[in-house]
């Protein structure tokens, strides 16, 4: 059984090849992507997005609610410690931990969430 040494390879017109990104593009595996930076999404920046850090959730009636006052103490279903969620626009993207910066709560991202990983 001969083995064939020639493999037919498509022309690659110089004008196409723009500092390697058309051969970049055609090689199509993962480790070739082309790497974007932050300039890159200039055009979104300004797009309002909704950021919610929540610590736990409770389940309540509407009369146990409203008697809720200053100082009433909220059982979540969390520990103390425990990685918080991180939404933007209702939609888990990470978990992280609550810190304190110069007397105030903040959130530290620990781990980011995959698409369809929750």
């Known amino acids: 059984m001969a083995e064939k040494d020639d493999v037919d390879l498509p022309d690659l017109a110089q004008n196409e090849l723009q500092d390697g990104e058309a051969l970049l593009r055609a090689a199509g595996g993962a480790e070739n992507e082309i790497k974007l930076g932050s300039h ?3 055009a979104v920046f300004d797009v309002p997005v909704t950021v919610s850090a929540v610590l736990g959730k409770s389940a309540m009636e509407v009369s146990e609610l409203l008697k809720l006052t200053k100082g009433n103490i909220v059982e979540l279903d969390r ?25 105030r709560l903040g959130v530290t991202m620990t781990e980011i969430i995959k698409t369809g990983q929750q």
């Open 79 to 103: 520990k103390v410690g425990e990685a918080i969620d991180i939404f933007v626009n209702n939609r888990l993207v990470a978990r992280g931990e609550v810190v304190l910066v110069e007397e």
């Open 40 to 42: 890159d999404l200039e």
